[in-house]
């Protein structure tokens, strides 16, 4: 299953094109709407604009089953103040795509909202990573993630060895994933004093994978974690991603890091999770983890240097309108759709 | 410009295909020589295997340049000791791919020193990463990498808004390229350390691309960090890739975080580079700059907890055989070279 | 720049998805709409459905202007009967994909007005090949096509050496394109003679491109001929596709066959064209030139013999409804199209 | 499962890397070996270039089973006689890829014995559609071909609605395989004739499928036809390719050439099979059927019209060496090899 997504934040809609789809899946439309609900904005710790976010199916589907042919789901824009974005064409925003874009595009792309590069562009990513959701749930393939990190505080890790589909699926209904509550109401303190200094703060979403079976992928380009990555990075904001034990297999040594195996009633298992469940570029029948860190979202109300690209001359630019202080409350169920899609792309390339 | 590596440790030979090799180029096989030296062991820090991996080119090149056609290189394996590895069929090494492999191809993979797993496979990505070096130094890109850090010793970082391509191409004169000499002594003391003890140690390769056009890539799934992810996940013993300032986004503001942008003699620069050169998923002009975490080696002298797949019992497991304690300056080379692959990619994505 | 087409006859709307287009390109809706006037049903030789065909455009176009990101386009669907096709879903139409489809597709896909496989998403196909063309146009390649054939009556064939491309855009004007208005006449009455009988009829298309490049495409599986008989198999009820003399080559000598190559203006060019403007899977600078068959519209009146898939009997099949009873004079800008959306993918596999 | 051939005619050697290949086949070397004794050149009616043609393993087989990981295989080159070439670098054989190429690949392809264009890279192909072909008979599904045509001589058709296994294995063992002997005789009547006049002669191949499975594929640009097509024009001198009923389509009725469909012992059947087994682009459980013309030979020994590159005049050009009357013969295992590979590509398109 591959999927193309299509729209500008404030052009008529946003959407995509799923290809691929097996036939004859029931949809679960009650589902899809309570992730894309995890994906909207929440009152307080988020930007203030409302988005009704109703999918229109326009194809694929017949008598609430997908037909096998191509699945084109649409979302319309609306509630949205292209004033409050009017001068962004001319001064782009730090950090954000405006400027890369403009060059990349020849100042033709639609600047409105961060047009093609907005946020918003997620609602279809999430849509499409329901319905690949739904495909792993028939193989008892469940997704979760968690806020391990905001600002200066840190959520617990999974227990690396020991992650029960329960657990993932407690989390998904979670407004504010953590697995420590103390931890999350720190982070949300954070958030205010970010929030309060129209200023941003970014963090860190731990995902993990139950259930997904052991001997799936292949060495090289077309490894797990390389098809994992790729879906990953395409979320915006995303800056980094490791694997198991990530960035801390630095500092250990082999005899530490290594995952001893063991029996276990008649199955192979590792009694540590240190590369979080692939190894080889393969699944090894473990947990698969990962983190992934996301930056402070770039919009912020405080003033900042810029350039303006109809002068080429210094400028200074103090953003208004609706931004979020942090999304990754909102990244959670983002980052669980695109593990998804990666998850049922590792699967297809499995042998004849 | 696309490449398929092929090839078992112990079988006759490792080799590579590379497809949309752009006709004329005059092959500079020093150089490429010089490349794959660097990926070979060296003296005491490493394996004590000899591998003399002279390419034998097969197709694509005739009178000394390439044609534009397929282009093959083989490289024979000798000076084997497949004896060495004879009980790894049954005895997996924890956090190799030996276990997920043999689940994955029925048990019927080359066993033999890693076989398709092997780190020798990467003498063919260096023979084909510096083919694409030269076809990007034609454009002025240079990429360069040294050690960030091994065990508990770090290296300087690159100075992330001024990288001279001087700086980089002296990087790749080095058998043990860091920034720091202090430091780069104290990681050789971290790797005669485990070495004796018989075990090994991981660390961070901190690579760099200077002169890499601004408005390249695009976002999505083919955005230029997806792209460049793919590429180095497909390095054996890669765990985590971050962009910029990476996982230390986590912990910033926005304020801090946001790249402010300046004009400076006429071209928009950045005056910091927390974004790593990529911005919504495009080049911006400034340096391309990415970490990638290296797991110490699986492969070590001490006894460790295994399976025998033969009997599916408990089993304990001690490897002998010539193994790098540390391959973190071997693996310079092969970052950078599955860098040049990918931006070559990112490249040829561009506008019609 | 590569298209996906979604969507199913008398679903809500079927529709286009383009990525890679270049930015900055003015759409010139005119020319896209007189485009799409030329594929839908024109009265007395063709089927009674009014197809309004607004395209309406999603994403991707900004101030008239591509914006180089994903362009979506939709047609709504109106104007439907969905009673007349009833009963399809279990007396599967023989030559149509209604047998197959349900095979292939578990029973799941929508039978009304042939679903997915109507040659209604020809509709989206001509929209994206209108701007294909486009594109090409501002390279100064124009295509056109003829009707070769229909029934026993044929047309002129293309003088292959010189096809100029005002001849190739007056073709495009035409409601029935033939080079011999008197072949025309005698196929059109061939037509309405199928059409009184309750019947239908096929024929041939030849298309040629003129001004298209020398010296661009490659041998294997990405020659010329195989991307564009790739595209051309897209089309529904295309049967056969061939280059220049085609099938003709059996019966000829070496000697015959081979194109002789002189210099004419300082220009290397063949004196015949029996390649079709392609050797070694490249082109060779002559026009390129191709006859694709079509068979006859499955859909008659006249009472045949199927199956009830309900029941598994042998059933009788009497269909009512509008259909064509030749489509071919619809299918030369179909064909056009197709030959456009390869020849874009054509050129952007060139070297880097 | 994918492939790769590299080589050129002259050059050490030309092979196939393959990927994807199933772990755990049991490869039959004297099947291969076989197989590619029918493309080799036979004595009398072919060029009287002895080809050696023994296939050297260099990875993805262990222990002669498949390993699951690539798999390369390269045939050296010997016995070449590159003066017989020397002056084709400046002087283009017409109809051949010499000139195409030269413009393609800026002067730079190899032009030894036709380079990479050679006839010679169908060695590499029927090794590789020799796996493909064990693959497929595994699920029953048999492939055969025979020569329909050469010059003004016809073979019989098959019979569309029965073609036994049997019958496709039988041809297999023919060194000129048609169905009807009388008809073989004069077609080799036909060839003599023309390699007397120093020239060539074209031909029609018709292949058939047996066995293969119902409801696979699907509409669009991966339909049956669409992937079977691309994969036969790879093949050099093919320029034409047609399903079923093909280009006779044109002079036909719906009531005539729609298949009519019946139940037969529990099974949908057809009572005939004008298209060739696919509709809709979708299998539809009837024989696989197609025809493809191949080009005389352009290399003849008559004097012929072209330039000299070197000078950019009109010149003339007699070829001398050892070249092929009539491929005909030996192509038909090369085209059966390319649908074989083709099919193995349909049928890993089915549903995940």
């Known amino acids: 299953m591959t999927y193309q997504i299509f729209g500008e934040s404030h052009g008529p809609a946003v959407g995509v ?153 407690k989390l998904q209904q979670e407004a504010f994933p953590v697995l420590d509550e103390t931890a999350g109401e720190a982070m949300k303190q954070e958030i205010r004093t970010a929030a309060s200094e129209g200023d941003s703060v970014g963090g860190i979403i731990q995902c993990a994978v139950a259930g997904f079976p052991c001997g799936v992928g292949q060495p090289g380009l077309d490894c797990v974690e390389s098809i994992l990555s790729r879906h990953i990075f395409a979320v915006p904001a995303v800056k980094g991603i490791s694997f198991g034990l990530g960035f801390d297999f630095a500092s250990q040594k082999g005899s530490q890091a290594n995952d001893p195996m063991r029996m276990k009633n008649g199955k192979v ?38 350039v303006d690209l109809s002068t080429m001359e210094n400028a200074e630019l103090s953003i208004k309108g609706r931004h979020d202080p942090c999304i990754l409350s909102r990244a959670a169920v983002v980052i669980e759709s695109a593990a998804a899609l990666a998850l049922l792309e590792v699967l297809s390339g499995g042998s004849l």
């Open 17 to 169: 094109v799923l290809d691929g789809v097996p036939a004859g899946l029931a949809l679960d439309m009650e589902e899809i709407s309570r992730q894309m609900g995890r994906r909207r904005a929440k009152g307080g710790l988020s930007t203030s604009r409302i988005e009704g976010d109703l999918p229109e199916i326009l194809s694929g589907v017949y008598q609430g089953k997908t037909t096998g042919t191509p699945l084109c789901a649409i979302i319309a824009n609306q509630n949205t103040r292209s004033q409050d974005y009017a001068k962004l064409a001319e001064l782009p925003r730090p950090s954000h795509g405006d400027y890369a874009g403009s060059v990349r595009y020849r100042g033709c792309n639609d600047p409105r909202g961060g047009g093609h590069f907005s946020g918003r562009l997620t609602a279809p990513l999430v849509f499409a990573g329901s319905i690949a959701r739904q495909i792993l749930r028939q193989r008892r393939i469940e997704i979760g993630a968690h806020i391990l990190q905001i600002g200066s505080v840190c959520d617990k890790f999974f227990d690396p060895v020991e992650i029960p589909a329960e657990l993932l699926q």
């Open 269 to 306: 298992v590792c009694t540590q999770n240190n590369n979080g469940g692939i190894t080889g570029g393969i699944t090894n029948g473990m947990p698969i983890l990962f983190q992934t860190v996301i930056k402070p979202t770039p919009s912020i109300s405080k003033p900042q240097q810029t």
